[in-house]
């Protein structure tokens, strides 16, 4: 989360403050404009995309309208430039589609956070209709100082929406019947369901029947850790950078009963000393994230995986495995090949043991109005079985 900055502006003849507050490192706009129930959603899509910040005054439930004005707006099909070059096969799309997507996303992010709301010092919000946030607004971020605070709109129903995920729980069937993972705001919620079964699946390495450690490289939610400890290891070391992610997997774990079975660290990759089983599920895209929840998505030069392969030797016991879970969307949109990821591995001092695939089920793969959607049909979700040439 960026430390919150001081955002000021004139009302009503009066200078006003407050802390602005963001997910994705924005910067306060330059220029702050006070908006309410008569502003036409044409003036504030066109105010939005020069960059003026529009802080509401009016209805609450009418900001929710405003803003998917504008979405619709943003969405209007633009009309189809004229290219010289030929296209590549459709089963591989060059990059730049991908980074039209990115580019396009970062565009919509931009315009559709310009609708901003004024948090008062007790996170309450000062609008008609408006609803009672203040244990969502909490629990992101963090207990009230007698502050006031402007946030997007959009980002605002983030928090409440994260809030809804972690009070209801999102059931994951590979742990047992009827057990949920509770995500927190800003981690990434498991509801791509398919690399958890494979790990559920994956033959148990014969090295844990006499050294039961794992590693549980990245932990975000807990859950990996919570099926490694759920199918017998006896010890799992999970480590992450994020805060909010180890406090996350903390409460899941607690949740589950599985909290001294687990031990969590706040560090970079590997735990100290060596184990029997090292999983990890980095980020699959190779892109620069944008905000709390990209950072599970896309890691800036592979530098996750990068840094799990060419660490891994010197942390398994002899006759220990790696699992790597890893999707193959990287591939079919152009931005890793896989050649690249076979050298990586083999210039790690490694060899594939073997590998389960399995098709990802998520809607954007059946969606054939997404951008990015032959690539995302083609899409492979693997578990590879690594261990020490």
């Known amino acids: 989360m960026t430390p919150p900055a001081p955002l000021t502006w004139q009302e009503d003849g009066h200078p006003r403050s407050a802390l ?21 959603a044409d003036t504030a899509y066109r105010l939005a995309c020069e960059g003026t910040g529009l802080l509401w005054r009016g209805d609450f439930q009418n900001a929710r ?7 619709r707006r943003l969405e209007r099909p633009a009309r189809p430039k004229k290219s010289s070059t030929k296209h590549r ?14 580019q396009a996303q970062s565009q919509r992010v931009r315009v559709l956070g310009q609708i901003l709301i004024e948090l008062q010092p007790d996170y309450s919000i000062a609008l008609r209709r408006a609803p009672a946030a203040q244990t969502a607004l909490q629990q992101a971020f963090g207990p009230a ?20 995920w972690r009070k209801n729980g999102v059931e994951v069937p590979a742990l047992g019947e009827n057990l949920s993972i509770h995500p927190h705001y800003g981690v990434f919620s498991p509801v791509r369901g398919e690399y958890v079964q494979l790990v559920a699946q994956a033959p148990w390495p014969a090295a844990l029947k006499t050294h039961s450690v794992a590693f549980d490289i990245g932990v975000g939610t807990g859950v990996l850790s919570a099926l490694l400890a ?6 799992v070391i999970a480590t992450d950078l994020s805060e909010r992610a180890l406090a996350c997997a903390r409460d899941n774990l607690q949740r589950l009963g599985l909290q001294n079975q687990v031990q969590l660290l706040h560090t970079d990759l590997f735990p100290p000393g060596q184990a029997a089983l090292v999983v990890c599920n980095p980020p699959w ?3 620069r994230p944008t905000s709390l929840l990209e950072q599970a998505v896309y890691d800036e030069g592979s530098q996750m995986l990068k840094g799990f392969l060419g660490g891994l030797e010197a942390h398994l016991i002899e006759g220990g495995e790696g699992w790597l879970i890893l999707s193959d969307l ?4 152009g931005l890793r090949t896989r050649e690249e990821l076979l050298s990586w591995i083999a210039d790690a001092g490694l060899q594939v043991l073997g590998r389960t695939d399995v098709k990802p089920v998520h809607g954007k793969a059946q969606d054939p109005s997404d951008p990015l959607h032959t690539a995302r049909a083609a899409e492979v979700t693997s578990l590879w079985r690594l261990g020490v040439l």
């Open 20 to 40: 602005w507050v963001t997910d994705h490192g924005a910067r306060p706009p330059a220029k702050l404009m006070v908006v309410d129930d008569t502003l036409n």
């Open 65 to 71: 309208q405003l803003l998917q004005a504008l979405k």
């Open 89 to 102: 096969d459709s089963a591989h799309p060059a990059p730049s589609a991908f980074n039209a997507h990115r």
């Open 145 to 164: 100082d007698g502050q006031n605070r402007v946030v997007s709109l959009r980002s605002l129903q983030g928090v409440i929406g994260a809030f809804e």
């Open 230 to 235: 759920r199918r017998g290891a006896a010890q």
């Open 285 to 287: 895209l190779p892109a």
């Open 330 to 333: 990287a591939e079919h949109l």
